[in-house]
């Protein structure tokens, strides 16, 4: 007696905010992998859902070391989730693998502007023609240093005007064996060392087509030696094997190194350290020798799982996802600077005490992140062999070559 | 009879994978599912991959290393059961926390014990005036430091089937000893370790096994970014690399057989060998 009323109540509410004239309850599953976005996520989530009373959503948190072999496995058994986060690098392997879906259906039919975002991200989504995510973030990268280890040395503050000498000649000054202190620190990680230098100087890592290794350029080389040198020639920077034992993000807040290269994601890590919101500045991303400034730049795009049961509450999702509304919420907490362009102010706003401008400055020389339709094949075996020329067991041109052979195999067996 | 809902569960989760792994071994993978024949390829890619050799020769190392594990737990065990010895619980319990602890909780103390610039290990070194290496990250010391760990985790195990096997041996042989003038140690090696031969035969065979499918521990305290990898990476390291990181199912596949056929032959030729030196009383 009592159920009737609630039920013919529930059927009433459900028709009522006609979503897509479905009004059974469903629940959308959504992975991530970065832990620091997660509040902004669910605050985007809890306003979609008001919005949509008939349709929740839970996050999926993985660990980035986890998260694709995890998501691959589980859409490969149909059990994924319905929408989850994309990079550059695996797009055109989740695309023409058949792991993602095309959107280009739904975008016309709810009228949804692709121009609102940046283009280099939109750019790398749209795959034989059709789009593949919605644009979410995109990359700036610029130099943190220490302020309070740059006035003990007495070494004027980096700024726009810096170029890799200047870089060389701050870090040996700033460098004090006594004391345990570098002037500055080269990680073995190519989306935060060479894929910064190498394209100042020219190089490539892979050809605009996709079809050949750009490692065996004599320019490659020099933007990787660039890394190499600071610890086998300048002796300036923890030796690899430190930065693998201590995360390098931690010797920068811990005042052991005085100069990072730094990622537009990470200075709300570095403010939750004490010591470093109080003596960590950001100065804009050194330039080439020649004052270049272009740069790898990752972007992010959330899309839909091709084997989702939930179609029309996934596109619902992700167009509240690819909103303005969306992405003034993920500005404001000053973790990632959003594709849709004419947000990135209230990210530079986000954190007084960081000059987070600089990282929206740099955008305009982004150059589409290095990937093939299976860059994971190429990428991975770059990263182990590269540890020789860090660690100085062989020279820089030695192990680009043998880099680019291997690369050179991975990428015509793609073909097949 | 009773037997059937434990012989279902072997056959569904053990026995029928392991063709499905010899058959996928012989097939070249898609990205999401679907896969065609390929015959050989995966097995000629096999032999003339360099990581492979590493593979197996760094496999082979932690197994011999992990060995250790055998005669060090027979020790503790026997100690353990020494009449009037005190406290026994807690060091059983002391001892066996590494095996109910999760390999994570393991591997991520592990790493900071063994971290370079400021581990505990290497602080303990410098306090008697030597300068530890970065035991973690330094090609040359990584897969010593994982192995400690792994017989360090293997000891409970061991000592929990040591120590029953040593309840099963009568006091009588030791009163016997004792009359004929044997004191502790000789005991140990004339009663303890010849009755004991049946439980440290089966503990090999084990953790011969077991060591063959290290993974944890270099996944955990090593990782792709390390320069040690190439000194670390085992056969299933590299199953899991090439097949879940790289998408190369079929080749992984084939790492798969080749994993077990070294099992296999290992595990026969302890049985064989069993016959010279088991004494089953």
């Not at chain 1, 998260?67 to 055109?92: E, H, I, N, R, S």
């Not at chain 1, 058949?98 to 121009?115: R, V």
């Not at chain 2, 993974?215 to 990782?223: I, K, N, P, R, T």
């Amino acid at each position: 007696m009592l159920v009737a009323p609630f039920l013919a109540a529930a059927a009433c509410s459900g028709s009522s905010d006609s979503g897509g004239g479905d009004d059974k309850q469903v629940t959308l599953t959504y992975a991530i992998w970065d832990q620091a976005q997660v509040a902004a996520m669910k605050q985007i989530i809890s306003e979609f859902h008001s919005q949509h009373p008939n349709i929740d959503v839970q996050v999926q948190v993985t660990p980035w070391e986890s998260y694709w072999t995890k998501l691959q496995t589980a859409v490969t058994a149909g059990t994924g989730p319905d929408v989850f986060w994309m990079t550059m690098v695996y797009a055109k392997y989740y695309a023409t693998g058949g792991g993602i879906a095309p959107l280009d259906d739904q975008i016309k039919s709810s009228k949804m502007d692709m121009g609102a975002y940046v283009p280099a991200v939109t750019k790398a989504y749209t795959i034989d023609g059709k789009v593949f995510g919605v644009p979410k973030d995109v990359n700036g990268f610029g130099l943190c240093y220490n302020k309070q280890l740059f006035d003990a040395a007495k070494v004027k503050y980096p700024d726009e005007s810096w170029t890799w000498s200047d870089v060389i000649a701050a870090a040996q000054k700033l460098t004090n064996p006594q004391k345990g202190v570098y002037g500055f620190v080269a990680p073995e990680a190519d989306e935060l060392s060479w894929y910064l230098t190498v394209p100042q100087v020219g190089g490539q890592i892979i050809s605009p087509d996709g079809k050949s290794s750009g490692y065996d350029q004599p320019a490659t080389v020099k933007g990787i030696q660039f890394w190499t040198d600071m610890i086998t020639k300048y002796h300036v920077s923890p030796t690899l094997q430190q930065t693998t034992d201590t995360d390098p993000l931690a010797m920068l807040t811990s005042g052991k190194v005085a100069m990072r290269y730094c990622g537009s994601w990470e200075p709300e890590e570095i403010a939750a350290v004490p010591y470093g919101k109080a003596h960590i500045d950001i100065a804009p991303l050194p330039a080439g020798p020649d004052g270049n400034r272009n740069y790898y730049s990752n972007g992010l795009a959330n899309s839909m799982s091709a084997k989702t049961q939930h179609r029309e509450q996934a596109w619902e999702f992700l167009q509240f996802l690819g909103s303005e509304r969306a992405a003034e919420i993920q500005a404001k907490t000053g973790t990632v600077i959003p594709a849709y362009e004419g947000h990135a102010e209230a990210y530079a706003k986000a954190m007084p005490e960081f000059d987070l401008q600089v990282f929206v400055d740099q955008l305009k020389y982004a150059q589409p992140f290095p990937a093939s339709t299976d860059t994971a094949a190429w990428r991975d075996d770059a990263t182990k062999q590269f540890a020789e020329a860090w660690t100085g067991k062989a020279s820089v041109d030695e192990v680009s070559r043998s880099v680019a052979s291997k690369m050179n195999d991975a990428l015509s067996k793609e073909k097949k | 009879m009773l037997l059937l809902p434990a012989a279902a569960g072997l056959v569904v989760f053990e026995i029928w994978p392991t063709f499905q792994t010899i058959y996928y071994s012989f097939t070249s993978w898609g990205a999401f599912g679907g896969h065609t024949w390929s015959g050989l390829e995966n097995y000629r890619t096999l032999i003339a991959d360099s990581d492979v050799v590493h593979a197996v020769i760094n496999t082979a190392i932690i197994t011999a290393i992990t060995l250790l594990a055998v005669p060090i737990s027979a020790v503790v065990a026997a100690l353990l059961s020494l009449p009037g010895m005190r406290g026994v619980t807690i060091y059983r319990t002391l001892y066996f926390l590494p095996v109910v602890t999760l390999p994570a909780a393991v591997a991520l103390t592990w790493k900071w014990l063994f971290n370079g610039d400021y581990g505990l290990v290497n602080w303990l070194l410098s306090k008697v005036g030597i300068d530890g290496p970065h035991w973690l990250s330094d090609p040359a010391t990584a897969i010593f430091a994982i192995s400690i760990v792994g017989v360090w985790g293997s000891i409970g195990y061991n000592m929990v089937i040591f120590l029953s096997g040593i309840r099963g041996i009568p006091v009588d042989y030791y009163e016997a000893a004792e009359l004929d003038g044997a004191g502790r140690v000789k005991q140990f090696f004339h009663v303890t370790v010849p009755l004991l031969t049946p439980s440290i035969f089966f503990v090999t065979v084990i953790t011969v096994i077991n060591a063959l499918q290290a993974f944890d521990l270099v996944y955990l305290m090593v990782g792709q970014q390390s320069p040690a990898i190439q000194r670390t990476e085992t056969l299933v390291y590299l199953f899991y690399q090439r097949g879940f990181a790289e998408h190369d199912g079929g080749y992984a596949a084939a790492i798969g057989v080749l994993l077990l056929l070294a099992t296999l032959i290992l595990t026969a030729a302890q049985f064989r060998l069993q016959r010279r030196w088991v004494h089953y009383g």
